[in-house]
């Protein structure tokens, strides 16, 4: 049964994969035939053609291999001297084994000349190229309120886990109460685990991030409400300063650094929690400022990728992982021993992930993705609008052709990088508990 569980997580993670590919290239195809650029093909997948359709202009289809996917766009670049135009993909691994100019000349078709990416005005080429990354920006948030609002996210709850007997600093590697040690002010006041803790100091306590906040901020004398078996029951403890893990200001903790703040003496316990609205913007926020995070870091985490797939280094939980990784955790997913509803829900997060990383990638300024075409359509912008304003001749398009031996690098170093990944997945993959 697990086995098959397993599977199934992995068929339901390719397929949310193909959803998430068909819907960036679905942005950029939409757009593209709003502002009358023609578009020969629209595909899902790279290899052989499975199934194919055309309508109208565009050549619909689905190839056999599920790990990316394309539009072609005529005249995605200027003409080059000798006068040759050529339909380019908007995938960065296809487009990068086309030339530049005259591979798909012989694509060009009677009226064409008024159909060609490169003659629309910079702000429709920006938006096109947009629009794709946009879907899946849209997709991820989406699917991530639609969960946290509706199944809930496991999170540190204002229940009671656990009591500390005594009164340790957080730096202090101990198990056990020393002699000289005092009761925490929680066991001295009576704390104990699975109570509900309803206000603090007269202060309602929605969540554990508010909870946290209080305790911290107060020494001394305070009231405790609490629900014990469905009574409520007042406590009244007495905190003290003492040294703690470092807040990281939604209830979480910064690894390795301590403040000094008010002490209770107890560890939430966690519990799966429907957001609101503004908790669930609030959790999109960090989560789309934790990936810039981990972007900035890839590079520094190269020598534990390499370890990790080639070495006896460990494979670390924050570690990149590619799309065969991201299938197994699907996998292991479906076959974890937890409730359903935790199960769909988890996936789904693992699917509105993946496609906030191919936002966050995909808007990376470099040819050859999105986000190098959107920076060289705002370069000619520039250049058009400066020429106006000191009365010089209009400069015309930006070549981003000329661009392509700077993307050839570029795109190597991606492949290397997502080859490195793939053998770390498949090798010593990463591991959910």
Not at 121 to 148: E, S, T
Request: aromatic share 8%; glycine share 10%; charged share 20%.
């Amino acid at each position: 049964m697990t086995t098959l569980m397993t599977v199934l997580g992995i068929v339901v993670f390719a397929v949310g994969l193909l959803i998430s590919i068909a819907w960036h290239e679905l942005g950029h195809l939409s757009t593209a035939k709003l502002f009358g650029i023609r578009v020969p093909q629209y595909m899902v997948g790279f290899g052989p053609t499975i199934f194919s359709r055309k309508k109208g202009d565009t050549e619909y289809g689905i190839k056999a291999v599920p790990f990316g996917g394309y539009i072609r766009m005529i005249g995605m670049f200027p003409p080059g001297d000798d006068g040759k135009l050529t339909a380019r993909s908007t995938s960065p691994w296809r487009g990068m084994i086309e030339d530049a100019r005259s591979a798909a000349f012989e694509e060009l078709q009677p009226g064409d000349e008024k159909r060609l990416f490169y003659t629309r005005k910079p702000w429709k080429r920006v938006i096109v190229m947009f629009a794709g990354p946009f879907m899946n920006l849209i997709l991820a948030v989406v699917i991530f309120l639609g969960v946290m609002m509706s199944f809930g996210v496991n999170t540190q709850t204002t229940s009671v886990g656990t009591v500390s007997q005594c009164v340790v600093a957080a730096s202090s590697a101990t198990d056990k109460c020393p002699k000289s040690a005092k009761d925490s002010p929680a066991r001295a006041a009576g704390l104990q685990p699975r109570d509900k803790i309803i206000a603090f100091d007269g202060h309602r306590t929605p969540d554990w991030g508010a909870l946290q906040k209080d305790i911290r901020e107060t020494t001394g004398p305070a009231t405790i409400t609490i629900e014990r078996d469905g009574v409520r029951k007042t406590l009244h403890a007495n905190l003290i300063k003492n040294q703690v893990a470092k807040s990281d200001g939604n209830g979480g903790y910064v690894e390795g650094e301590y403040v000094t703040a008010g002490f209770l003496g107890f560890t939430p316990a966690n519990g799966v929690v429907q957001q609101s609205f503004g908790q669930s913007v609030d959790r999109m926020g960090n989560m789309v400022h934790d990936g810039i995070d981990s972007m900035i870091a890839l590079p520094s985490k190269v020598p534990d990728l390499w370890n990790a797939a080639f070495g006896d280094g460990e494979r670390k939980a924050d570690s990149p992982m590619g799309v065969v990784g991201a299938a197994r955790v699907g996998g292991e997913v479906a076959s974890l021993d937890i409730p359903p509803s935790q199960r769909i829900a988890t996936m789904l997060f693992l699917v509105a992930g993946f496609n906030l990383s191919l936002f966050l990638f995909n808007m990376l300024p470099l040819l050859p993705l999105d986000g190098g075409h959107i920076a060289g359509a705002l370069w000619e912008a520039i250049r058009r609008h400066t020429a106006r304003l000191v009365r010089r001749p209009d400069p015309g398009p930006f070549d981003v052709a000329k661009m392509m031996p700077v993307a050839y690098v570029i795109a190597g170093v991606f492949i290397c990088f997502t080859l490195l990944v793939l053998v770390a997945d498949v090798v010593n993959p990463v591991k959910i508990s």
